[in-house]
């Protein structure tokens, strides 16, 4: 019962790097999003995809990049970090039955950008 | 658009104490609204939901009803436990982009023994 597995959790990087956290969900979900938590901020969508080969922007997806060529993988990249891309990231899952709701989050991956 | 505000913490209050964190929100068509709980160092979880206006959802001795008529979806618990110390988001999804839940910025609770 894995559910919702990010990787790296952690992980330190130089302004201009570039790096992808992975998500992986394993309950066969249609849709899957990337947020950012940032203090005092809450929770802000980055990317989300409604299925398999489908990307769409949310509220903040300027200096990222996802790819869902899998059902059950979700890709987050950052092509040049910037310290402002410092935060929590999460990735989410939800069934395809409308307005359910529910998302299932990932434990969380912590990325600092020097 | 959609938004989400609730009030702002932290919260500290001591156990068996009565919790409210009022939550309202803006929205276009009929949403549905949820409470959203983060324990430390985990993501997220649904606590409760409620899909039309008058449902109370409930979970773990919280409640929280849905009022059209203010807008707003409280989330109450009568006697808090150290356990419940987290940070709390309300949430909503509305309409056309129900695939999409729309945050409150949250709200942490510390109840110290």
């Known amino acids: 019962n894995a559910g919702v597995t990010q990787t790296p959790k952690f992980r330190v990087l130089k302004t201009g790097q570039s790096m992808t956290l992975l998500c992986a969900q394993d309950?066969?979900?249609?849709?899957m999003y990337w947020y950012r938590q940032d203090p005092g901020m809450g929770l802000r969508l980055i990317h989300y995809?409604?299925?398999?080969?489908?990307?769409a922007k949310g509220e903040v997806p300027d200096g990222y990049n996802v790819s869902r060529l899998k059902k059950q993988n979700f890709l987050l990249g950052l092509e040049s970090a910037a310290p402002s891309q410092t935060s929590v990231y999460f990735c989410?899952?939800?069934?395809?039955?409308?307005?359910?709701?529910?998302?299932?989050f990932g434990e969380g991956s912590r990325l600092t950008v020097l | 658009g959609n938004s989400v505000t609730q009030m702002e913490g932290p919260v500290t209050l001591s156990e068996e104490a009565f919790l409210t964190i009022n939550c309202t929100y803006t929205?276009?068509?009929?949403?549905?609204l949820f409470w959203y709980v983060q324990y430390p160092g985990e993501g997220l979880q649904l606590l409760l939901k409620?899909?039309?206006?008058?449902d109370k959802g409930s979970n773990k001795g919280f409640e929280a009803t849905y009022r059209k008529e203010t807008t707003s979806f409280h989330l109450e618990k009568g006697s808090v436990q150290v356990s419940d110390s987290a940070v709390y988001f309300c949430?909503?999804?509305?309409?056309?982009?129900?695939?999409?839940?729309?945050f409150g910025k949250g709200t942490l609770l510390t109840v110290n023994p």
């Open positions: 989410a899952s939800r069934r395809t039955e409308a307005n359910t709701g529910e998302l299932f």
């Open positions: 949430a909503l999804s509305s309409g056309g982009s129900n695939y999409k839940l729309t």
């Open positions: 929205a276009t068509g009929y949403p549905s």
């Open positions: 409620a899909t039309k206006a008058d």
């Open positions: 309950m066969n979900h249609e849709y």
């Open positions: 995809s409604v299925g398999e080969g489908t990307t």
